[in-house]
């Protein structure tokens, strides 16, 4: 079933797909291949085969059940656009969210070169917001041109854990930008001036900003707990999202 979601941004998480193949360095410390072989051990239903990708079409119907409208974030255990994942499944996937105008999804792929491929000849539903991990410069600002390029509702990038200063970001037609740092023991550290370029860069182009999480790495560049170091930046919380003119255009 879809399951109410600790992710600060949306609601309910729906996973229609399990499992993924790391391809860039924000994969190394992957929270859902941990949670994945945690499920694995506990005997949890569709986590069988641990961390390897896995379809679920079983799943498909369960927004269909809710009538209440819904943040989803598709996907928080895999990547939906993932090579091995079949076009036909994703179109069944895309006509769940059409039959569902009343939910929001959130999709979120490190595989954005696929976007335009896929959505070359098929319209991206009105109620979908579509995002790419954008972790460092080298893989992840290409991402956004491939973004950019599907007509979307809403484009927003999950910077993610944020690995280096990523200097200066085209943000033409993006609306949302959401920052965070890595968190767990092997964390790699986040530094408050990688924050602050992009923070700079999202309010002078009139983009959302929305800080996630410091992580294990404080603001002051000592590790502690992910909760005691917070969710303020610049002594304040930052919680934007894109403006409802864009939501109901």
Not at 82 to 101: A, C, G, S, Y
Not at 213 to 240: H, L, V
């Amino acid at each position: 079933m879809a399951t109410q979601s600790s992710i600060e941004w949306t609601e309910q998480t729906w996973n229609p797909t399990t499992g993924c193949t790391k391809i860039s360095p924000g994969c190394k410390n992957c929270y859902a291949e941990t949670m994945a072989h945690r499920l694995h051990a506990m005997g949890a239903s569709g986590y069988e085969q641990g961390f390897a990708l896995s379809l679920h079409p079983e799943r498909l119907s369960q927004p269909l059940k809710r009538k209440k409208p819904t943040t989803y974030f598709v996907n928080s255990m895999s990547d939906l656009f993932h090579e091995d994942i079949p076009d036909n499944f994703l179109d069944q996937v895309m006509e769940v969210i059409r039959q569902t105008p009343q939910h929001t999804y959130q999709i979120l792929t490190k595989r954005a070169d696929r976007l335009p491929r896929y959505f070359h000849k098929r319209t991206c539903p009105k109620n979908v917001w579509l995002g790419v991990s954008v972790e460092d410069q080298h893989y992840g600002l290409p991402r956004i041109d491939h973004l950019r390029q599907v007509d979307a509702q809403i484009r927003f990038l999950s910077i993610e854990p944020l690995l280096e200063d990523l200097g200066s970001i085209d943000l033409d037609g993006i609306h949302w930008v959401i920052v965070g740092g890595e968190s767990g023991h092997k964390a790699r550290p986040m530094r408050s001036e990688w924050v602050e370029n992009i923070q700079h860069q999202a309010e002078d182009a009139g983009v959302a900003f929305f800080f996630k999480q410091w992580g294990t790495w404080g603001a002051d560049g000592i590790k502690r707990r992910k909760k005691a170091n917070g969710r303020t930046f610049k002594g304040k919380t930052w919680n934007d999202t894109p403006d409802n003119d864009l939501l109901f255009a």
